[in-house]
């Protein structure tokens, strides 16, 4: 609806200015041919005057089309478009390391990312992979010469590592395939050479090594998943945890989680005093399953929260809380819901659209607006989620990663590096249910 009034509002402009200024060409005319040289000053006059009107319906139209869009990662990506490039010093660029080889498009897509990335953000790429099909892949997207200038300017370093850690394996495989480039890159970060991690590859394995390699956080049992979700709101998206990382949880692994979120949206989001939400089925204290009764007494009487009560599934996006919990099988519904929505609205948007004239004419105008809102709702812009809990900050990107997301999620690793954010983590303190 607000679409239809939008697009009538142009069109309506539209055809007021045509109409304008064919009466003002006929009175020109008119004129003319009473007046002679006479008429001519006037028919200027008027003729001006009716390119006044259409420059006002076009300003007019402007003021009538700001978008209505979503900006989930407005504080991370700041204004920074796909085509900027921007100059860094070394001494300022912050070490990262990337798992090459995980991913459906790897290594090439990932090679590919990290070399956008270096130029569009302060940060050194520790890049592990089996290092023949990196090379190969490098020279098949004629991504050799990048590869070679960020090499020899020390902003990418390769490192070769074993076989990978396949999609369809078992996450227990990081165990027995010690030399895979994802526990290499967990080594980097367990060592400090590296502030972050980034992988697009086997979620479980990458839960599974960082647990190994990196281990839990203490009073954390269990690691979360945190993606941020859109808001009604541009500036602010959500944080939403568990998504993915633990299918039964237990109130006291939910209360863990609020706890991890909101240390996350303080220091990262930079949100004074988030608001924090328990995912449910309605408002009220009394509403909800024994997880949710149990875990709403525990983040009540939690006095390191700002605990604004449940959140149902319409509030999620409504910008009245930082931080939603919940357990990851319903987490993981609702993320994979959310990356639907985007190009099902665009579709929809396209079909109603007016046809004809006026369908021509907003479509036109409506353009711009279309592509920010999918630009702004694509996933490949959120990049990847954070997996909260373990000592040491770590990214999972999406199984089927491109340039864009690789490079997006490498933002929200730096990001949340630059961001010290691991100093409050740590010196977190968790009080369990058992001893109390």
Known sequence: MIWYRRNAAVTSLVDTAASSASAASNVAGTVV???????????????????????????????????????????????????????????????????????????????????????????????????????????????????????????????????????????????????????????????????????????????????????????????????????KDPGQPVLVLDVGANMDCKANYLHQFALLGNIYSRDVLQVKNPRVGLLNIGEEDCKGNELALTTFKLLIEEEQLNFAGNCEGRDVLSGNFDVVVCDGFTGNVLLKFLESVGSVLLDVLRAELPRGRRGKVGSAFLKSNLKRI??????????????????????????????????????????????????????????SPKNE
């Not at 209505?68 to 070490?95: A, M, S």
């Not at 953000?121 to 004629?142: C, H, S």
């Not at 490949?380 to 909260?388: D, F, R, S, V, W």
């Not at 999406?398 to 490079?407: E, F, I, P, Q, T």
Request: glycine share 10%.
């Open 374 to 431: 999918k630009k702004r709702l694509d996933h490949a812009e959120h990049g990847g989620a954070l997996l909260l809990g373990v000592n040491g900050i770590c990214v999972i990107g999406h199984g089927s990663s491109k340039a864009l997301s690789v490079v997006s999620a490498l933002r929200i690793a730096h990001s949340a590096a630059s961001h010290g954010v691991m100093d409050d983590l740590l010196q977190l303190e968790v009080k």
């Open 33 to 231: 041919s009473s007046a002679g040289s006479a008429a001519s000053s006037v028919a200027g006059t008027v003729v001006s005057s009716a390119g006044s009107v259409m420059t006002n319906a076009g300003s007019m139209a402007g003021n009538v089309l700001q978008p209505l869009v979503f900006d989930p990662l407005r504080r991370l990506q700041g204004n920074t478009t796909n085509d900027q490039t921007q100059i860094f010093e070394n001494k300022d660029r912050l070490w990262l390391a990337v798992d090459g080889m995980g991913g459906d498009q790897a290594p090439g897509a990932i090679l590919e990312g990290c070399l956008k990335a270096i130029e569009r953000l302060p940060v050194k790429i520790k890049f592990i992979g089996e290092l023949d099909t990196v090379l190969n892949q490098a020279e098949e997207l004629a991504l050799k010469d990048l590869l070679d200038e960020a090499q020899a300017n020390g902003q990418i370093e390769l490192i070769k590592s074993g076989p990978s850690v396949g999609m369809n394996e078992e996450a227990t495989v990081v165990r027995r395939k010690r030399d895979a480039s994802i526990n290499i890159a967990m080594d980097l970060v367990k060592k400090r050479e590296a502030l972050a991690m980034y992988s697009a590859g086997n979620s479980g394995a990458l839960m599974a090594s960082a647990i190994f390699r990196l281990g839990r956080l203490k009073g954390i049992d269990r690691p979360a998943i945190g993606a941020l979700f859109p808001t």
